[in-house]
């Protein structure tokens, strides 16, 4: 069941990311501009399974993880533009092969952190020979600026421990609050020269 599951997570990863890259080819040929910059994606290891469903206060257990973690297969796309970011959710979010199961918007209400990002939970069908097998996967959507706050605010808050992490939690959302104001200028900023 682990290994069909890594495959299968495997694939539904790499249809994640291809339909980013057709959607991102299709609003390139409407707008003349790249609307995603990037994307990745991951796979959850083991490891990192076991410490998640230990803070949930549930068993580590293969079946337990499947229902219980969303971001077992997980991807990220880091978009121009703030409305880009939504563009994006709602054409993926209307193919007949992807299922929404869940949304947070951390962009319109931002975590108690700063940290801003869409968070899109879905089941993507991963063609197989017993027919489609609807696979779960998370997708982060940001802008570049939001990325960037979110990987220093992990290294700074992961990485050295809660005690050091609280003396400068009101710098970080600063920072948010700045960044959140720029994405804003940026998208105003392009669409002034749309108008042109």
Avoid at 101 to 118: A, H, M
Avoid at 136 to 153: F, G, I
Avoid at 180 to 185: H, I, V
Wanted: proline letters at 2%; charged letters at 35%.
């Amino acid at each position: 069941m682990e290994g069909e599951f890594r495959i299968r997570g495997e694939c539904a990863l790499r249809l994640l990311i291809t339909k980013l890259d057709i959607i991102n080819s299709a609003l390139l040929i409407r707008r003349s501009r790249n609307v995603i910059q990037m994307r990745s994606g991951r796979m959850k290891s083991f490891g990192s399974v076991c410490k998640k469903l230990e803070r949930k206060g549930l068993e580590p257990d293969f079946d337990v993880a499947l229902e219980r973690i969303n971001d077992l297969v997980g991807v990220r796309a880091i978009c121009s533009y703030l409305d880009d970011i939504y563009q994006v959710a709602d054409l993926l979010k209307k193919q007949e092969d992807v299922r929404l199961l869940k949304e947070k918007d951390y962009i319109k209400c931002p975590k108690k952190s700063g940290y801003q990002s869409l968070h899109l939970i879905l089941e993507v069908a991963v063609p197989f020979q017993r027919g489609a097998q609807w696979t779960k996967a998370e997708l982060q959507l940001r802008t570049a600026a939001m990325d960037y706050w979110a990987s220093l605010d992990h290294q700074l808050r992961y990485k050295k421990g809660n005690r050091q992490a609280q003396l400068i939690d009101g710098e970080l959302r600063s920072c948010a609050e700045t960044i959140a104001g720029l994405d804003e200028r940026m998208l105003a900023i392009r669409r002034k020269i749309e108008e042109i």
